[in-house]
């Protein structure tokens, strides 16, 4: 008998049945299901945080610009709705398109002792699904004193 025509299986030997080879398909199915949903999730998270710490920045880079010119001259006359426009719409920020921002200034009474600047800054949060209809908001505040 020639050694290529024997049989490489033992007696008691067999290999995996049909019914093994798809419950393991099945199985594997859906763990790969479950990688793929929490894959979105991930991603979803990482671009609400993007977003978030974007807006923390425009409402940042508005207290520093109020800071600056509260420091210009003594009063805080350069604290205006002038010089810090009180409301930015949607696309009218330089380089954040899909927000807008609110700037109140509210000074204290009895003349300009001192000013209370608030910053809230608008987004629709955009995620895997879309951009989504509610807005959110991250709000700063800071109070100044003349000098």
Known sequence: MHALSRSKFRAGQTGFTLAEI??????????LVAVATGF?????G????R???????LAEQRIEQAKELAMRQ???VQLTSTNLPATEAYG???????????????T???GVVGARVDVN?????????GVLATERSVALSIFLASR
């Open 51 to 57: 977003q978030q710490s974007t807006a923390v920045f």
């Open 121 to 129: 800054v608008f987004y629709r949060p955009v995620t895997g699904r």
């Open 46 to 49: 990482v671009e609400a945080g």
């Open 74 to 76: 003594t009063g805080l």
């Open 40 to 44: 979105g999730y991930g991603v979803d």
């Open 92 to 106: 009218t920020i330089p380089g954040a398109a899909s927000y807008r921002r609110t700037t109140t200034i509210t």
């Open 22 to 31: 798809l419950v393991a398909c099945a199985i594997i199915s859906v763990g």
């Open 108 to 110: 204290t009474p009895g």
